[in-house]
């Protein structure tokens, strides 16, 4: 079986961090699975680990705005090479769309990765998604929230969700070496939040959040990591509550392990989510986690077995069940049971397994 997997472009989120654990869980099957990219090289880490793993990826180099040469590029891949499965992530539909009726391919796949509304945000990509689903295309949710979501969405029944999973990354350096290199108090209780610095994230909340909790406990400390276009904006929001001292923003970091690794809790108070990896990664570590019951989390975490439920709408609720709930760890295995609930229902060969059944289905 000869599986194409198609991007927008490499970064190194969520949705394309579960791309790269699902082409490496589908070699485990000897399945051929190569990648294309509407844009070139965007020298990410993800790109490297692929490639080292052998896997062929297509680049597009296609250029902002309406290219009609790049159009010609991807009828022409279409046109030479002949795939099994074409299994489509994020906006890439929209111009697979466009070439679809060339198609020769037997299987085509679309998977979401977040609430079906926010993934196709204007009145085409909307029509584009509804089109090519009653055409044939196979949307799949990577939790059950979101499968829901895309049967509301788009008036259809049945929808399959993959629960996304994650493979076990090789820490390279120890919790007390990281903090030493990175000025960080070996005292200090980490708290870290992995996100695209967007609304949705609710970074608003997590600055009022330990505004709260930092007034009686002074070693807290929160590293936001991440890019994105609110950065200034919540950098404003730190000095305004003059917290430069207990929340630390990192920027974009390669290391992201490393940093999970170096961290007591996890955080994650957002208004949308899918089954974001972030959390997976951390849970895998045996992090304590903090989260909204929102979205795919809701079925990742059992409030004090695996984790614990925040109310991303009330500071004052949350840091009080944070401050009591720090207290129950002490007693509780609460790290252990989050990685157990990892490695037996969200690890990358099983999602493999169970999209290599779908694929084989449709």
Known sequence: MRVLVVLPAFSQ??????????????????????????????????????????VKIYYLHKRKGLDLRFIKKLYDVFKNERFDVIHSHQSALRYLFFISKFWTVPHKIHTIHSEAKSEDPSIISFLINLISFRRGVIPIGVSNAVAKSIE????????????????????????????????????????????????????????????????????FLLLIVGDGPLERNIKNKIKEKKLAKNIIMTG??????????????????????????????????????FVAKTGGISEIVTDCYNGFFIDNNDEDKAAEKISESIEKCKNLEIGENARQTILDKYNNIIMAEKYLNIYKMH
């Open 13 to 54: 989120y969520g949705a394309i961090q579960m791309v790269e654990n699902l082409v490496l869980g589908l070699k485990s099957y000897d399945i051929t699975c190569e990648i294309m990219s509407y844009y070139g090289p965007s020298g990410t880490e993800i790109e490297r680990n692929l490639l080292n793993e052998k």
């Open 152 to 219: 509301n969405r788009y008036k259809i029944s049945g929808v399959v969700a993959v629960l996304n999973g994650i493979r076990q990354k090789k820490v390279y350096l120890s919790k007390e070496k990281w903090r030493e290199d990175n000025g960080i108090n070996k005292n200090a209780k980490i708290f870290v939040m992995v996100s695209r610095l967007v609304e949705e994230k609710n970074h608003g909340f997590a600055i009022r959040l330990f505004s709260i909790l930092s007034r009686a406990n002074k070693d």
């Open 252 to 289: 974009f970091r390669s290391d992201v392990i490393d940093i999970l690794n170096a961290s007591d809790y996890f955080i994650m108070p957002s208004l949308r989510e899918g089954a974001p990896i972030a959390l997976l990664e951390a849970m895998l570590l045996s992090k304590i986690s």
